[in-house]
């Protein structure tokens, strides 16, 4: 059975950086890997997905702030986050899109 398991958040100054984490076990990643964010009493909205190909997308908020990438090697997805600001506060999901999700990273941006 795939999982999906997130690392890396935290509490960060706005503008700083972080780094999330998302290692699959129980398989691959598969076509696409796509990171989502839920803040309390907000919907889930989509930060970025990333294709086998390296293709990516991101959601209109990131504007050129975050990078998502993919290790398929070391089974490892990653989202690169930097000027990051208060309004980013949520819990990130890692999923592949076919309805397995990771347990979320809570990433904090306050002062």
């Known amino acids: 059975q795939v999982q999906f398991v997130e690392s890396g958040g935290g509490l960060v100054q706005p503008g700083g950086s972080l780094r999330l984490s998302c290692r699959v076990s129980g398989g691959t990643f598969g076509m696409y890997v796509s990171w989502y964010r839920q803040a309390p009493g907000r919907q889930r909205d989509l930060v970025a997905r990333?294709?086998?190909?390296?293709?990516?997308n991101y959601g209109d908020f990131v504007k050129g702030r975050f990078t998502i990438s993919r290790d398929d090697a070391n089974h490892t997805a990653y989202l690169q986050m930097s000027s990051l600001k208060p309004e980013d506060t949520a819990v990130y999901y890692c999923?592949?899109?076919?309805?397995?999700w990771g347990r979320g990273a809570q990433v904090t941006v306050s002062s």
């Open positions: 999923t592949n899109d076919l309805g397995t």
């Open positions: 990333i294709t086998e190909a390296g293709t990516t």
